[in-house]
């Protein structure tokens, strides 16, 4: 199927809601690792998503170009040619965008989509996030609610978060003393600012100890518990009932969580959890593997002429390809969204 539509993205994400499921939403930065990302969704039978941080639309652009806004719509635009030979939804987002990305990234990004909107297109991207974590919450909300506004005009959904991802991610480490425990007064600000219009939809991704970077399972402290006191205090603001979940929730940082704490988490209202650590191993691992076992195929020794289908880069890529997408059935199966695709 062609790229998730603006309705079918917010079906994708209600029916996540309902189900207590989420969507692994991976990071990927080349053609190669879209299509290995969307196989691996598709032979899961599960919905899922696609992201651009800011650094890897800057590599899809050219290494000595970094042109970031350039590269996100190419690799946009790739997805939605192969997206429709896989019989799965697909939603695409781009990744964590700091205030000094802003001006490069995420808002020419929101200004090029509501003008495919005027020309009578349809979005190129279904999503985007603003990362205010490292700027005072009236500042983050500020910025927020221009942000909302604009994504309204492109039809895209925002995402936006509340508290600080521990750990490196895209060259930017969070503080030692960062805050990493996201609060209600945090989540009731972030209601009162952007409000609950559905044709203003947002995600909130709200910290409870999650770290970027590679971690060995038990080594990360999280507290999925806060996301439920957050959803609680929404929940009463609103006046909604007891056990309600009004807040669209993702989780950020997940190396290292183990699967009971991220289960956990699903159950308070979770719909998208980034993956990007363990999947980019699972696509480079093959290509290790196949080089240490061809080696004298891969380089011409001692003056031999080396073996060609041993070095073309389709014989390592089709592993790399085959890699990616085993561990996005991991992440689908991890996060229960293993069969749940609207088409099936």
Same mark, same amino acid.
């Given at each position: 199927m062609p790229i998730a539509t603006p309705e079918v993205y917010a079906a994708m994400l209600d029916r996540a809601k309902a189900g207590s499921f989420a969507y692994p939403a991976i990071n990927v930065s080349s053609s190669q690792t879209i299509i290995g990302a969307i196989r691996g969704f598709a032979e899961a039978e599960s919905d899922g998503i696609i992201q651009f941080s800011w650094g890897g639309a800057e590599y899809a652009s050219g290494s000595t170009v970094k042109h970031m806004v350039d590269g996100a719509v190419a690799l946009a635009e790739f997805a939605h040619v192969v997206a429709k030979n896989y019989k799965v939804n697909i939603g695409i987002h781009t990744d964590?965008?700091?205030?000094?990305?802003?001006?490069?990234?995420?808002?020419?990004?929101?200004?090029?989509?509501?003008?495919?909107?005027?020309?009578?297109?349809?979005?190129?991207?279904?999503?985007?996030?603003?990362?205010?974590?490292?700027?005072?919450?009236?500042?983050?909300?500020?910025?927020?609610?221009e942000l909302l506004d604009k994504s309204v005009a492109a039809r895209t959904v925002l995402e936006i978060e509340i508290g600080v991802v521990g750990g @490196?991610?895209? $060259?930017?480490? %969070? !503080?030692?003393?960062?805050?990493?425990?996201? #609060?209600?007064?945090?989540?009731?600000?972030?209601? @009162?600012?952007? $409000?609950?219009? %559905? !044709?203003?939809?947002?995600?909130?991704?709200? #910290?409870?100890?999650?770290?970027h970077g590679v971690y060995k399972p038990g080594n990360v402290v999280l507290q999925p518990k806060i996301?439920?006191?957050?959803?609680?205090?929404?929940?009463?603001?609103?006046?909604l009932p007891a056990g309600s979940k009004p807040m669209d929730l993702v989780f950020h940082g997940g190396s290292g969580s183990l699967l009971s704490e991220?289960?956990?988490?699903?159950?308070?209202?979770?719909?998208?959890?980034?993956?990007?650590?363990?999947?980019?191993?699972?696509?480079?691992?093959?290509?290790?593997?196949?080089?240490?076992?061809?080696?004298?195929?891969?380089?011409?020794?001692?003056?031999?002429?080396?073996?060609?289908?041993?070095?073309?880069?389709?014989?390592?890529?089709?592993?790399?390809?085959?890699?990616?997408?085993?561990?996005?059935?991991?992440?689908?199966?991890d996060l229960r969204s293993t069969g749940t695709s609207l088409l099936k």
């Open positions: 964590h965008c700091p205030a000094e990305k802003l001006d490069g990234f995420m808002r020419p990004l929101l200004e090029f989509g509501a003008q495919r909107i005027k020309e009578g297109k349809s979005p190129l991207f279904n999503s985007h996030m603003w990362d205010g974590s490292a700027v005072d919450m009236p500042e983050n909300m500020k910025v927020a609610r @490196e991610e895209d $060259g930017i480490e %969070a !503080k030692h003393d960062a805050k990493l425990y996201s #609060t209600p007064e945090d989540a009731l600000l972030t209601i @009162e600012t952007l $409000g609950t219009d %559905a !044709k203003a939809r947002y995600m909130v991704a709200a #910290t409870f100890g999650n770290v996301l439920k006191t957050l959803q609680e205090a929404v929940a009463a603001k609103l006046g991220i289960r956990e988490s699903l159950d308070y209202g979770v719909i998208k959890m980034n993956v990007d650590t363990d999947t980019q191993y699972a696509f480079t691992r093959p290509v290790v593997d196949h080089i240490m076992k061809n080696y004298d195929g891969v380089l011409k020794i001692d003056g031999e002429v080396g073996n060609k289908k041993a070095y073309d880069p389709r014989a390592w890529g089709k592993a790399a390809e085959a890699g990616i997408a085993a561990r996005v059935g991991v992440a689908c199966e």
